[in-house]
């Protein structure tokens, strides 16, 4: 049966991001007073479920420093395995998943003492659900859809990378794609320089290609192919470039 | 999909047939309705459409001969999330009658949902040839059928809170969430929030039969609710014109097809200061009620 969490309307969690800057996060809770749920049909989460999740990932932030304020780095490896844990311990069907205000309810109430240590409380949209793509929370649970056929991967990409890769439309939510073009590019840029301008350029090459091509129709070879073979072509065109230019290779406008 | 020019040869009209989807519920099978009201994520979606193709033509009118391996692929789009997916490919039938049967997965679809049928090359042809379709997965004809499983404009998501607790001021009776996103699922991000302390209005929203007050209420939160969204949607005209096919779903989609409905009795200018105001809301007032919400004249 699918499992309904508690969401903050934007009302609502407006005013308690606004408490939150003003005296802190507070303790995690498993409730708030103006909660909702979706109208769809299935059963609530419990309080235990709720405050496993809390358990779980406090747990797991421990051992990358929190409280203690943590380096750049060590807060991403704490993204990367809190990818999975988040999308196992919350089990959300994917329509329940893309409402903004579920996600809201799990940084303000449920988890603002880890909102706060992972990204601080300057930027509003770690906080409050408008981007699922920029939300402390929404972002790994998604990525954890994502990329769910090539874990590994994502270990490999920056936030910056995961940005450019999923914010267009129509490849983002292709798993498949996004799992074989990020393999790809991976493989060309280990060390990660040049992957910006890469990934610009074969995306755009790709999208080019999905205009006629329905990417439901390849099979997994023939998909990767096509990645692969995309990949190269804009890697050889910006080694061109750089060669023309006589630029040492760097991470383009980074 | 603008300037849908492809660079192969394509079939024409009547060489490729889909026939209407059909859905299964409990064993019967009937016309798959535009809208599913009773849909939730526990239901498997189980669908079947038959498409009829001449082969003979096809293999013609795309020079693509009658050797070369095709196959009908089904995928869909969600609104809700922006996911898709796909069911294996089916080759097509010798005798020109392929069946699709498909199952969807309720746990990953909701909001608008885009069907896409498609008959592509399932392999590179041997010999390509100018404006031959050679790469696996061309695209030779494309169906999109939309099906709505939750509902954007008429019913979407309402809560009820008390505003005291919120930053909104607890005089007001609703408050409709929004975006300018346009990009942005309807469904995710619009949220109709009504003010417990209304108690009135709280009890017309509720289910039953209703008095002539509650009715009068309920008129008038619908043609107010209708009217911002018309008055939102004058606003980004010129971002909603800039795409001709926003997402199945989406905010701009939705809007657009509001601001379509309102203008079919001419424009529906935005309030652009004092002067005009009156005029705006007149003219809103009247688009919204001949588009069917709030109270009608008798």
């Known amino acids: 049966m699918t499992v309904l969490w508690p969401r903050l309307p934007a009302a609502v969690a407006g005013e308690e991001f606004e408490r939150v800057r003003s005296n802190g996060p507070g ?65 959300l069907s994917w ?52 990329f769910a056929r090539d874990p590994a991967v994502l270990g490999a990409l920056t936030e910056s990378d995961l940005n450019q890769l999923l914010e267009r439309r129509t490849m983002g939510g292709d798993s498949r794609i996004i799992c074989a073009l990020a393999r790809s590019i991976v493989d060309h840029t280990p060390d990660g320089t040049g992957r910006r301008p890469l990934i610009r350029d074969v995306t755009a090459r790709l999208l080019r ?25 804009s890697w050889e065109r910006l080694l061109r470039a750089l060669r023309q230019s006589d630029v040492r290779p760097t991470d383009g406008d980074d | 999909m603008p300037a849908e020019v492809k660079p192969f040869l394509v079939p024409g009209p009547g060489t490729v047939t889909m026939a209407p989807w059909h859905w299964v519920v409990h064993d019967t099978s009937d016309p798959l309705p535009p809208d599913l009201p009773d849909w939730d994520p526990s239901m498997q979606l189980h669908l079947h459409r038959s498409v009829t193709t001449d082969l003979d033509r096809l293999g013609e009118e795309t020079q693509l001969g009658r050797e070369v391996r095709l196959g009908l692929t089904v995928s869909w789009t969600s609104s809700t999330s922006a996911m898709c997916g796909g069911v294996p490919t089916v080759p097509l039938d010798p005798s020109g009658i392929t069946r699709l049967d498909v199952t969807l997965p309720g746990d990953h679809i909701g909001g608008t949902l885009e069907l896409r049928t498609t008959l592509t090359l399932l392999a590179p042809t041997m010999t390509p040839s100018v404006g031959v379709a050679r790469f696996p997965g061309s695209v ?26 919120t930053r909104l001021d607890p005089n007001a009776s609703w408050h409709l ?19 417990q302390r209304d108690t009135e209005l709280a009890a017309a929203v509720t289910r039953g039969r209703k008095d002539s007050r509650q009715e009068a209420l309920l008129d008038e939160l619908e043609h107010g609710v209708a009217a911002l969204l018309l008055e939102l949607a004058t606003h980004l005209r010129t971002e909603l014109a800039e ?53 009608q004249l008798r």
């Not at chain 2, 969430?177 to 003010?195: I, K, R, Y």
């Open chain 1, 27 to 91: 303790d995690p809770r498993v409730h708030h007073p103006a909660q909702v749920y979706t109208p769809v049909g299935g059963r609530r989460a419990t309080d235990a479920e709720i405050r496993s999740v809390i358990t779980r990932l406090t747990e797991l932030a421990s051992e990358h420093g929190y409280p203690q304020a943590a380096p750049d780095h060590v807060r991403i490896a704490f993204d990367r395995r809190a990818t999975t844990l988040l999308h196992d311990a919350i089990e």
């Open chain 1, 95 to 146: 329509s329940e998943a893309g409402q903004r205000d579920t996600w809201s309810f799990l940084a303000l109430v449920a988890l603002p003492h880890l909102t706060r240590w992972r990204f601080g409380i300057n930027n509003p949209e770690r906080w409050i659900a408008t981007d699922l793509t920029r939300h402390t929370w929404a972002r790994l649970w998604w990525q954890a859809v994502v």
């Open chain 1, 209 to 233: 290609q999905l205009a006629f091509i329905d990417a439901h129709a390849l099979g997994d070879t023939v998909l990767v192919h096509l990645c692969r073979s995309e990949t190269d072509a």
């Open chain 2, 140 to 165: 030779l004809v494309e169906d999109r059928h939309r099906l709505v499983l939750e509902h954007n404009h008429d019913r979407f998501p309402v809560h009820q809170i008390d505003f005291a607790v």
């Open chain 2, 177 to 195: 969430e929004t975006t300018t996103d346009l990009s942005a699922p309807f469904l995710g991000s619009f949220l109709l929030l009504l003010n």
């Open chain 2, 243 to 295: 795409c001709d096919n926003w997402p199945a779903g989406s905010v701009g989609d939705t809007l657009a097809r509001v601001l379509h409905q309102a203008e079919r009795s001419g424009t529906v200018p935005p309030p652009t200061g004092p002067h005009v105001l009156a005029d705006s809301r007149t003219r809103i007032s009247a688009a919204v009620r001949a588009a069917g919400h709030g109270r």
